[in-house]
């Protein structure tokens, strides 16, 4: 017989009322607001398209769907976006819990050949602007230890075929014009379609976490204060161990 104690208890719709469907879709709070304004508006993920027009020119090919060896013929890589476009295709309540580090991954994944024919593993995460949230930070330091901690546990303990992968790296990819142009494009060209260009890549580039962190806290240019706050208390935080946190979100241009 078939288990069913794990599925869903879900009330009958009859009795559910617009309170209850604003509370399942999580449409509340300023984050909500700015986040329905996002969704409303179709803004696409200006800095991904330039990151995808960039591996265009690296000769490193995106993997979607079916595939075979074939395929990447003429290719020096593959890479996979992973880190999907909430904005597009989630609801604020899926948001708020991804907006935890501990469920945040980058936005791409990239596997290629170096030019000394070593296979390279590395992480891309992708920012269309040049302003990074303190709550970004966090992620990216929290994700930043599991790289570490993986690529030491392959150091140590790794067979041969995954050590010849190692160490997997994790980069900030930062292109500060893509969703700038991408704006003024619409307001002065609304029916015309927006691409990248090589001055997006000339303006382009990329950071380790150190060297982000590092621009964030001693080299940033302007700092504006976010109206949300983080999702936990902050006295409670600080009672179980965080003894620096903060509920406050705030944005710096590095």
């Not at 819990?97 to 030019?115: E, K, L, T």
């Not at 302003?131 to 303990?157: G, L, P």
């Not at 002065?188 to 997006?200: I, T």
Request: charged content about 25%.
């Amino acid at each position: 017989m078939v288990n069913n104690q794990n599925r869903f208890n879900v009330a009958e719709p009859q009795t559910i009322g617009n309170n209850d469907i604003l509370n399942y879709l999580g449409h509340w709070g300023d984050k909500a607001e700015s986040f329905l304004q996002n969704t409303n508006t179709l803004i696409p993920d200006a800095g991904q398209e330039v990151f995808n027009f960039e591996m265009q020119q690296m000769n490193i090919k995106e993997v979607r769907g079916n595939y075979t060896g074939d395929d990447y013929k003429g290719f020096a890589g593959a890479y996979q976006q992973t880190g999907f476009d909430p904005f597009s295709k989630m609801i604020p309540n899926g948001f708020a819990v991804i907006s935890n580090s501990d469920w945040y991954i980058p936005d791409n994944f990239v596997s290629y050949i170096q030019a000394d024919r070593k296979i390279r593993l590395s992480w891309v995460e992708v920012k269309g602007t040049c302003w990074i949230k303190n709550s970004d930070i966090e992620h990216y330091r929290h994700f930043q230890k599991t790289v570490d901690n993986w690529n030491n546990q392959i150091a140590k303990a790794g067979k041969w075929h995954i050590k010849a992968k190692a160490p997997i790296e994790f980069k900030i990819a930062i292109y500060p014009s893509a969703l700038a142009t991408y704006l003024n494009h619409q307001h002065n060209n609304p029916f015309d379609e927006w691409k990248p260009n090589q001055q997006h890549l000339n303006q382009g580039y990329w950071l380790t976490f150190a060297e982000l962190e590092d621009r964030f806290y001693n080299n940033f240019r302007e700092e504006k204060p976010l109206p949300e706050k983080v999702s936990f208390y902050e006295e409670q935080m600080k009672q179980l161990g965080f003894s620096d946190y903060s509920d406050k979100k705030f944005k710096r241009k590095i």
